[in-house]
Structures are given as C-alpha cells and as structure tokens.
C-alpha cells in the first residue's frame, strides 16, 4: 500500500469515528445523570475483575494474525485460540459466581459474569475483524466497531431510564460484543483452514503469553486507583473517580482513535515494507506532543466548568480532579504512540517494564494518600505515575528501537506543566490572563515547530 493511500485512510478511519464519539458522548452524559455514582463505583470493581481474568486468559490476540503472513492456517490458529479463550473465561466467570455467593457483595455476582460472558465474545469478534485490520480496510473496520458501539450504548441508555441499575451499564458491554461478533461473521473474508502447523501454535501461543506479561502490568497500573480507593475510601467516591477518568478518556479518544485502531497495524505494514519509519514517528509523536499538551492546559483551565455543566450538581467531587488530571491525558496518548510502536516490534518487555515504574510510582504516591485521606492526591499520583511510564518507555526505546529527539518532544511541554504547578503574574495580569496568553503562546511555536518539521520530513510519509 502507498503511504499516501495508508495516511488516506487513517484520516477516513478518524473522521468518521469522531462522528460517533461525539453521539456516544451525548449517551455517556445520559447515563451519568441517570445513575448514581455507586453503580459507577460497583461497575468499576467488576471491571477490574473481568479485565484481570481476561489478562490471564487472553491467549488470543489479533496482534498475532496481523503480524503473521495472513494465511487460512494463521487465521484458523488465531480463531480457534479465542473460542478456547472465550470459553475458559466463562468457566473462571462461573467459578467467580459461585466464590461471590458465599462471600462477596450482594448482586455483583451475575453482572460480573455477564462481562465474563461479553469479553469472550469480544475476543473471537476481535480475530473475525482482524483481516480487514491487517489490510488496512480503516474505514470499514470505524463503521462496524462505532456503530455498535452507539447502538449498544443508546440501547443502555434507554434501560437506565426505565431500570436505573448497575446492569445497564453491563447490557452495554454485552450488547456490544455481541453486535460485533454477528458483523465479524458476516465480514470476515479469510476463510477457515483444516490445518494447524505445530510451530505455529506454538509460536502463538509464546507471542500472547509474552504480550499478557505487558497486558497484566496496564491493567494493574489503570485499575490501581479503583482498587485503593474502593478500599480505603468507599464505593461512592471510586464511582466519582471513575467518573472524572471517564471525562478525561473522552478527551483521550481523540487521538486514540488512531492510535488504539490503526497506529499498530499501520507500523508493522511501514516495518513490513521497509519505508520511513523512524521519519513518521518523529513527526507524528511530535504533532501529538503539541496538541496533547494544549488539551492538558484546556483540561486544566476549562475542564471543572465544563464537568459541572454537562454532568450535574451531584459529580462536584469528579469535577474537582479534573485539573489534577488533566496531564494524565498527555501523558498517557504519548505512552500509547510509543506502546503500539513497541508492540509491532515484538518489544512487549518494554511495555511491561515501564507500567512496572508506573504502578511502583503510584502505590507510593495512594500510600501518602490513605494516611492523609485526601483522594486529590490519588488523582495527583496517577498523573505523575503515567509520566514516569511515559519517560521510561521512550528511553528504553531509544536505547532498544529507534532513537528520536526527545528533547525536541518534550520541551515545550514539560515547559507548559511547569507554567500550571507555579502560575505567576505578568506585571499587572492576573495568573489566569498570564495563562492564556501563555496557552496562545505555546500555539503558535508549536504551529512554527510542526510547520518546520512536515517541510522536512513531510514528504518522505505522504
């Protein structure tokens, strides 16, 4: 594929996943309103559950087919993995059920296996869409997923408000791999093979248990808070948080539309085809440093207002610790960028290694927390936990895969969180105008930085 076809439909892919963000965030704040911050809390603690068990059972990964030669006998490995993989996650649901039954909190029993249920199916939908993953089909693969996301979610929306219950948010997660499998059946375009190679099995088989190591230490290090502040500070406050990190997802999805969907796979075919790699992670993650840290100061200043405004009076805590984090975001979307690239190179021990620093950063930061019973400061730990992952991750991966400037990265940046932890004044302005002219400041050298950067190695990716 030519990099200008490859660019094509990356942006085909994005803009048409924006459209139903926006319409699936317009559901998100229906629910919010609709439900109290407990159920958000009691779905959070089931999510981190189903998120381990599927850690520890993923052993299919789509991540495998497409880095494979894409044959029948790839495609019927990877299938064949995820229905193993599907199945083993229901039983471990089941046994969950049973161990909730005599010691556990009333009614979680049967939603958590509900998402045990939907993340097996989700899996084998994850392989049936692989193919179109691999050819780079971004536009048909944003349709499939986004529309069943939105579906799904309007349909959780309109249980809420007949049934408000912690089961709404679960018909959503069910809801939805279940749409996805039915359009993976219906799309997938490899048909299935009678012969499975020994080697490739387990060649498989090592890939998904190496990727499970980095997949565990991403979900400790995401569901860290969850956990902590379930324990130590109730379910009402974790559904807050839960909240206020949801808002801030949003805000994250934009870049993640790329670089959860497409980034991944479009390395591993630039990798495959020997064209300007190193070029087009420079520029991009460049262009992603600018416009992440402008989102982060946006976040900062505007994000409080806007939280109270869209979600209502009975979400002030979550609005509270917008500002402490909304560098999480930048911090997060860089560590995405050099996360795909790692994992198309088969580096997942990088991965690994830098959530390891990440959840090491955090408990130390939530242990200072729980002896001062201050939940701001959880929030604070795990802004400064996913940047040092951030900072561990790149290093690592100049010292291992491709070098790049991080200076130049970084600079502007980590000059604009600086500005936020010590505002000062500017003559007569008050900190909040010295800010915005600071925020217009950062636009136009990273207008000048992007500008000069594209007429120099813009032509060697499009």
Same mark, same amino acid.
């Given at each position: 594929m030519k990099k200008s076809s490859l660019f094509k439909s990356s942006v085909d892919f994005a803009l048409s996943s924006y459209v139903f963000q926006f319409i699936n965030f317009g559901m998100t704040l229906i629910l919010a309103r609709l439900l109290s911050p407990e159920f958000f809390g009691v779905f959070a603690m089931m999510v981190v559950a189903k998120e381990i068990f599927s850690a520890l059972l993923g052993f299919s990964s789509p991540q495998y087919f497409i880095l494979s030669e894409g044959k029948k006998s790839d495609f019927t490995l990877s299938f064949s993995l995820s229905l193993l993989s599907a199945g083993a996650l229901f039983l471990l649901g089941i046994a969950a059920v049973f161990c909730l039954q005599f010691r556990g909190p009333s009614g979680v029993a049967l939603p958590l296996l509900a998402l045990c249920l939907a993340q097996g199916i989700d899996n084998v939908a994850a392989i049936l869409l692989a193919p179109i993953e691999r050819k780079t089909d971004y536009l048909k693969l944003s349709l499939i997923r986004n529309s069943?996301?939105? %579906?799904?979610?309007? %349909?959780?929306?309109?249980?809420?408000?007949?049934?408000?219950?912690?089961?709404?948010?679960v018909m959503r997660e069910v809801l939805l791999a279940v749409f996805l499998l039915v359009l993976g059946v219906k799309y997938s375009v490899i048909p299935l093979s009678v012969e499975l190679e020994k080697r490739a099995v387990f060649k498989a088989v090592r890939f998904a248990y190496q990727l499970t190591l980095s997949r565990v230490s991403e979900i400790l290090f995401y569901r860290a808070p969850d956990i902590v502040i379930s324990q130590f500070f109730g379910l009402s406050q974790t559904g807050h948080f839960f909240q206020s990190r949801n808002f801030l997802m949003l805000v994250l999805k934009v870049p993640n539309t790329i670089l959860d969907q497409t980034l991944f796979s479009t390395f591993v075919r630039l990798e495959r085809e020997k064209e300007g790699l190193s070029s087009y992670i420079f520029l991009m993650e460049l262009i992603l440093s600018r416009v992440m840290s402008l989102a982060a100061l946006g976040l900062c200043l505007f994000g409080p207002l806007a939280f109270d405004f869209l979600y209502?009076?009975?979400?002030l805590l979550a609005s509270s610790l917008i500002p402490k984090l909304s560098w999480f975001v930048f911090f997060a979307a860089l560590f995405n960028f050099a996360q795909a690239y790692c994992y198309s190179k088969g580096s997942q021990t990088l991965v690994f290694f830098s959530y390891l620093i990440g959840t090491a950063t955090f408990i130390m930061t939530a242990m200072y927390a729980v002896a001062l019973s201050d939940l701001s400061i959880i929030a604070w730990g795990l802004t400064f936990s996913m940047g040092a992952a951030c900072i561990i991750i790149h290093i690592l991966g100049n010292m291992f895969s491709t070098p790049l400037d991080l200076v130049k990265i970084f600079w502007l940046p980590f000059l604009s969180l600086l500005s936020i932890w010590r505002p000062w004044k500017l003559g007569s302005l008050s900190p909040e105008y010295t800010m915005l002219l600071f925020v217009l400041c950062i636009v136009l050298l990273s207008a000048y930085e992007i500008r000069a950067e594209v007429r120099k190695v813009g032509r060697k990716i499009v």
């Amino acid at each position: 594929m030519k990099k200008s076809s490859l660019f094509k439909s990356s942006v085909d892919f994005a803009l048409s996943s924006y459209v139903f963000q926006f319409i699936n965030f317009g559901m998100t704040l229906i629910l919010a309103r609709l439900l109290s911050p407990e159920f958000f809390g009691v779905f959070a603690m089931m999510v981190v559950a189903k998120e381990i068990f599927s850690a520890l059972l993923g052993f299919s990964s789509p991540q495998y087919f497409i880095l494979s030669e894409g044959k029948k006998s790839d495609f019927t490995l990877s299938f064949s993995l995820s229905l193993l993989s599907a199945g083993a996650l229901f039983l471990l649901g089941i046994a969950a059920v049973f161990c909730l039954q005599f010691r556990g909190p009333s009614g979680v029993a049967l939603p958590l296996l509900a998402l045990c249920l939907a993340q097996g199916i989700d899996n084998v939908a994850a392989i049936l869409l692989a193919p179109i993953e691999r050819k780079t089909d971004y536009l048909k693969l944003s349709l499939i997923r986004n529309s069943c996301s939105t %579906i799904s979610l309007g %349909i959780a929306a309109l249980t809420a408000l007949i049934w408000p219950s912690v089961w709404s948010l679960v018909m959503r997660e069910v809801l939805l791999a279940v749409f996805l499998l039915v359009l993976g059946v219906k799309y997938s375009v490899i048909p299935l093979s009678v012969e499975l190679e020994k080697r490739a099995v387990f060649k498989a088989v090592r890939f998904a248990y190496q990727l499970t190591l980095s997949r565990v230490s991403e979900i400790l290090f995401y569901r860290a808070p969850d956990i902590v502040i379930s324990q130590f500070f109730g379910l009402s406050q974790t559904g807050h948080f839960f909240q206020s990190r949801n808002f801030l997802m949003l805000v994250l999805k934009v870049p993640n539309t790329i670089l959860d969907q497409t980034l991944f796979s479009t390395f591993v075919r630039l990798e495959r085809e020997k064209e300007g790699l190193s070029s087009y992670i420079f520029l991009m993650e460049l262009i992603l440093s600018r416009v992440m840290s402008l989102a982060a100061l946006g976040l900062c200043l505007f994000g409080p207002l806007a939280f109270d405004f869209l979600y209502g009076e009975k979400w002030l805590l979550a609005s509270s610790l917008i500002p402490k984090l909304s560098w999480f975001v930048f911090f997060a979307a860089l560590f995405n960028f050099a996360q795909a690239y790692c994992y198309s190179k088969g580096s997942q021990t990088l991965v690994f290694f830098s959530y390891l620093i990440g959840t090491a950063t955090f408990i130390m930061t939530a242990m200072y927390a729980v002896a001062l019973s201050d939940l701001s400061i959880i929030a604070w730990g795990l802004t400064f936990s996913m940047g040092a992952a951030c900072i561990i991750i790149h290093i690592l991966g100049n010292m291992f895969s491709t070098p790049l400037d991080l200076v130049k990265i970084f600079w502007l940046p980590f000059l604009s969180l600086l500005s936020i932890w010590r505002p000062w004044k500017l003559g007569s302005l008050s900190p909040e105008y010295t800010m915005l002219l600071f925020v217009l400041c950062i636009v136009l050298l990273s207008a000048y930085e992007i500008r000069a950067e594209v007429r120099k190695v813009g032509r060697k990716i499009v």
